[in-house]
């Protein structure tokens, strides 16, 4: 079963959306340092912008993250690997593959402070972004 199979059942997908807005949550509160105070602070600022915001973003996107992310799943499975840990030898390339799906979307934002902050936390956002691959390998894992 692929991911956008999995995106299929209403009931698997509400879940994974509530897992990745936690992995998302939890990463933005383990940022330290200046880095992460701007980090915080753009979080909170796309928060503001309307309640529920990083979750109706998850939702919106997910069904291009799946696509993204469906052939590094096959490939990991086709190498006898689990997801999790492939997900966390490769994390810079997931990464990168998960920004190209954000950073299409971030330019069709009619939120001008949405792109704003987005362009302001882009340069760092590769290694946020990176930290968080192990823990989404680990959500596709338990949900495929």
Do not use: C, W
Request: charged share 25%.
């Amino acid at each position: 079963m692929n991911l956008t199979d999995v995106l299929n059942d209403e009931a698997k997908r509400a879940s994974i959306i509530e897992d990745v807005v936690r992995l998302i949550d939890g990463e933005v509160g383990k940022q330290k340092g200046l880095s992460g105070v701007a980090v915080k602070a753009g979080y909170k600022l796309v928060q503001g912008v309307k309640p529920g915001f990083v979750r109706n973003v998850v939702q919106a996107l997910l069904p291009e993250f799946a696509a993204a992310l469906d052939p590094i799943r096959a490939q990991a499975l086709s190498q006898g690997q689990s997801v999790s840990s492939y997900f966390q030898a490769h994390s810079q390339e997931i990464a990168e593959a998960l920004l190209t799906v954000t950073d299409a979307r971030a330019q069709k934002s009619d939120h001008g402070s949405v792109r704003g902050a987005y362009g302001k936390l882009r340069g760092s956002a590769r290694k946020n972004v990176e930290s968080a691959v192990p823990g989404l390998g680990k959500i596709i894992e338990d949900y495929t």
